[in-house]
């Protein structure tokens, strides 16, 4: 099983609806996870950390459920500009950070 | 306070050549990371430095490729030999312990 897995997507998502998408894990001892999403061509930007049970950032709001060892991420009242591939990250302190494939999603008018 | 700087951020070397990719991590940051991203796969973690140390290199090839964090200066990635596969996008992240790291705006290094 890999370390972590995305639906690689993409999401086709009207503007103004709500998306959400998972990300697996496989390492039980991860303590937090951070949500970075990517742009074509540009660097991974921090959008999200989880130590607990969830987050929640205006629009944002990412859950874990450490059972079933999945986070997931949802967006509501997507805009235009929220289209981006999103990366999960599961952190074990010490150790270096491992990144998923990515979700692609893309809004469309 | 300036963000995680990268330079160049685009090289383009022959076959055969040298390449040198800097990075400056965040103020205060004494942890620095290297990526490498090929074009349209995922971001493969390379190594992982302290100040004058190699924590992590499990990343790294085995051959052409080293990395360096000095006392002063920045964090080099070197790349000897280059090769056309070695084309992509390298980027560095910083952090100020581990965790949250934040990345750098990439070097696209490009092998003719």
């Known amino acids: 099983r890999k370390e972590v897995e995305q639906d690689p997507g993409p999401f086709n998502v009207p503007e103004g609806a709500t998306v959400a998408f998972n990300c697996t894990y496989s390492n039980s001892a991860s303590q937090s996870f951070f949500w970075y999403r990517q742009d074509c061509r540009k660097e991974p930007k921090l959008l999200m950390s989880v130590y607990s049970s969830g987050n929640e950032d205006g629009r944002f709001t990412a859950q874990l459920n450490r059972a079933s060892q999945y986070i997931s991420l949802l967006i509501r009242d997507s805009k235009l500009s929220d289209s981006a591939t999103y990366l999960c990250v599961p952190y074990v302190a010490g150790n270096k950070l491992t990144f998923g494939g990515g979700t692609r999603v893309l809004v469309k008018p | 306070n300036a963000g995680v700087m990268q330079n160049p951020r685009h090289l383009v070397r022959r076959r055969g050549q040298e390449a040198r990719l800097r990075c400056s991590p965040m103020?205060?940051?004494?942890?620095v990371y290297w990526y490498r991203q090929l074009p349209e796969e995922g971001l493969k973690f390379m190594v992982y430095l302290q100040k004058e140390n190699i924590i992590d290199e499990s990343g790294m090839p085995k051959e052409r490729f080293s990395a360096e964090f000095p006392k002063e200066g920045p964090s080099i990635l070197r790349i000897q030999q280059v090769v056309r596969g070695d084309s992509a996008a390298y980027f560095c992240?910083?952090?100020?312990?581990?965790?949250?790291?934040?990345f750098g705006p990439g070097t696209r290094l490009t092998v003719l």
């Open positions: 992240a910083s952090s100020p312990s581990s965790g949250e790291q934040f």
């Open positions: 103020k205060g940051h004494s942890h």
